[in-house]
Nanobody, 119 residues
Framework: QVHVVESGGGLVQAGDSLRLSCAAS????????MEWYRQAPGKLRELVAA???????HYADSVKGRFTISRENARDTIHLQMNSLKPEDTAVYYC?????????????WGQGIQVTVSS
């Protein structure tokens, strides 16, 4: 079994910062890719940021310069530092990983965590 658990969400005001964390656990032998997605009410889920096992990163245009993704390989954990938050960043944030488990590469999702930015 693989568990993906997000933490760190909450309610903040516009301009504030928030740090999300995602920890993966289970019978994992490697995680090539870890990502943050978000889904706002009435909208499709969108990719926010991604980081590979070699720390290559990718960001959505809407968060470039404001969000930073980082990774602790030894702990199978990633963080998303979100600065200068805007009301349009309000969404449920999901952690997604591609992980090797018992010789197979699979997709695993967390339950999601709410981030609300008030104006």
């Amino acid at each position: 079994q693989v568990h993906v658990v997000e933490s760190g969400g909450g309610l903040v005001q516009a301009g504030d910062s928030l740090r999300l964390s995602c920890a993966a656990s289970g019978r994992i032998s490697g995680i090539p890719l870890m990502e943050w997605y978000r889904q706002a009410p009435g909208k499709l889920r969108e990719l926010v940021a991604a980081i590979t096992s070699t720390s290559s990163t990718h960001y959505a245009d809407s968060v470039k310069g404001r969000f930073t993704i980082s990774r602790e390989n030894a702990r199978d954990t990633i963080h998303l530092q979100m600065n200068s938050l805007k009301p349009e960043d309000t969404a449920v944030y999901y952690c997604h990983i591609k992980a090797w488990v018992t010789g197979m590469l699979g997709d695993y999702w967390g339950q999601g965590i709410q981030v609300t930015v008030s104006s």
